[in-house]
């Protein structure tokens, strides 16, 4: 993910649609991140829990569909959930 290394010690989780667990990182931002094999993962949909060490930072998130603010709430980690699609 684009500038995560600005959050260093951030973890990823990501799961099959069975919710087995198949790549970790504790430190992603500045990890390669997730390229598995053929045989490793098939097509389809993926499931991850993105946890966002940021302090009592805002953060601004900017994807395809447009930008999303997380203010400063407290809670030093951001947990973000989501999914994505695996083509070959």
Do not use: C
Request: charge should be negative; hydrophobic fraction near 35%.
């Amino acid at each position: 993910m684009d500038g995560l290394h600005n959050w260093p010690g951030s973890s990823v989780r990501i799961f099959n649609r069975w919710g087995t667990l198949l790549y970790s990182s504790q430190d992603f931002g500045s990890t390669a991140g997730w390229d598995p094999k053929a045989e490793e993962a098939s097509e389809g949909t993926y499931w991850y829990e993105l946890r966002i060490n940021r302090g009592n930072e805002p953060i601004s998130i900017v994807q395809e569909a447009g930008e999303t603010d997380y203010p400063a709430d407290g809670n030093p980690e951001l947990v973000i959930l989501g999914s994505f699609a695996l083509f070959r």
